[in-house]
């Protein structure tokens, strides 16, 4: 799950609020502590915890023979594949990094790290599809997550970590009804959103179209990308192998989710002032 914890206390990369984008409002939702369900990525205000690699990592190991180099991110966030990523760069040695890639192609290694589990070895690419060059050099980036890679080599930490990644691809899931799997958790997402408005007063709306299209693999991630709050939760489902078993795991906390607003909502038909 995680890169070994020795710190480089020069690495805590950091960022600045990002300012709005327009026509893409973000719709919140309520959810049990700890789980926010969004229809979109939210622009937060972030800032990154320090990130957690190992000298050990970086080793004379034998490179993998389909390894690539892929400069890497660290943020307190999990990004999925199709999901969109702004941000606002500041700090030096990130502007260095923009910088580089403005002038290649554009791709970085976005990577979930905290000061409580680490720096996760398994990360997202992050395209860059629209960037801004800021006042001082700063820039402000809109990002799309790409493929999920895993960090074999750590090749250099300055002025930025660079590390040798070989990419994930989901196995094949045998015999399982992907399409069913993928209908039933959109069936759940549009049963928590309907509670979800009803406890915050708003109208109930009939059901949506979640899935617009997406294949089940995909649609998974996209499912995984709208728990926010829970980026834990979000990481475990980014390092499975298995659209079935990711679609399962989103169902299961999708019915949790919808256990505790149904009994929420309970209350409050009994108890409308509370």
């Known amino acids: 799950m995680a890169l070994p914890q020795q ?12 300012p709005s984008i327009p026509n893409r409002k973000p719709f919140l939702y309520s959810s049990p502590p700890g789980l926010k369900l ?22 004379n190991s034998p490179k993998s023979v389909d390894g690539v180099e892929l400069p890497l991110f660290p943020l307190p ?51 860059i599809f629209k960037h801004e060059r800021l006042a001082e050099d700063r820039f402000f980036l809109v990002c799309k997550g790409q493929e999920r890679f895993r960090v074999t080599d750590l090749v250099r ?9 070989t990419w994930l691809e989901d196995r094949p899931s045998g015999d399982e009804d992907l399409e069913g799997l993928a209908n039933e958790a959109e069936t759940y997402m549009n049963d928590v959103i ?26 998974s991630f996209f499912v995984g990308s709208t728990f926010e709050g829970a980026p834990r939760e ?28 149904s009994a929420a909502t309970a209350v409050k038909d009994v108890f409308p002032s509370s």
């Open 7 to 18: 710190l480089i206390s020069s690495h805590k990369p950091s960022l600045k609020p990002c």
């Open 38 to 59: 969004c229809r979109c990525r939210r622009v937060n205000s972030l800032r990154c915890s320090d990130s957690s690699f190992s000298e050990k990592h970086h080793t």
């Open 77 to 127: 966030l999990v990004l999925f594949p199709g999901a969109i990523l702004p941000l606002q760069i500041f700090e030096f040695r990130y502007r260095i990094m923009m910088h580089t890639l403005l002038e290649t192609d554009l791709r970085f290694g976005v990577i979930y790290s905290d000061s409580v589990s680490g720096t996760a070895d398994v990360g997202c690419v992050g395209e």
């Open 157 to 165: 930490t300055k002025p930025y970590l660079v590390a040798e990644v």
């Open 194 to 219: 309907r509670l979800s408005n009803r406890l915050d007063g708003k109208p109930e709306k009939e059901a949506q179209d979640l899935r617009k299209n997406l294949f089940p693999t995909p649609f």
């Open 234 to 261: 979000q990481q475990a489902l980014l390092e499975l192998e298995d659209t079935a078993a990711r679609l399962k795991r989103e169902k299961e906390t999708l019915r949790n989710t919808l256990n505790y607003l």
